[in-house]
């Protein structure tokens, strides 16, 4: 009996088809790894301008403003801010002074609470805390100039730097 060399051959091309297409798996295996990310405290912080417009140095009633710092720190850490004496010299944080013309200067005070009576400055309880949340937290700075100083007329300024520590 003769055999085809035509059909033998197809015949084997289909077997080895058939034979190397079929997945030769055996079993599994698995392997497990971390993925992982540290978040670092972080905390920015803004401010806009005190200005207390006009000051009557006849006037009886003190000269109050305000204005705000903000911070963005990250969610859940704890900040709090701090405000320094300002530039003049010999100024405290409870004395604060602005620099106006010739030899004169204006006091004037910054507090954390709208009654005006807990003084903000840069250390222990002077300071603002408060914890992250993830979005701007406004802080109402409230200043005030009291009456009756003897100051000659012109511009009176200081500079405050506001610092938040996290």
Known sequence: M????????????????????????????????????DVAANCTISATNLDFTSYDPTSATDKDATSKVSVLCTN?????????????????????????????????????????SVNWGNVGTERVSGTGTGANQDNTVYGRIPSGQNVGAGHYSDSITATVTF
């Open 2 to 37: 003769r055999i085809n060399r035509v059909a033998a051959f197809a015949v084997a091309a289909a077997i080895a088809a058939t034979i190397s297409s079929a997945p030769a798996y055996a079993g599994t295996q698995t392997a497990s790894f971390t993925v992982s990310a």
């Open 76 to 116: 859940s850490s704890a900040w709090n801010i701090g405000l320094s004496a300002g530039g003049f010299s010999g100024a405290t944080v409870t004395t604060r002074k602005m620099t106006g013309p010739s030899t004169y200067s204006l006091g004037y005070s910054l507090f954390s609470d709208s009654s005006r």
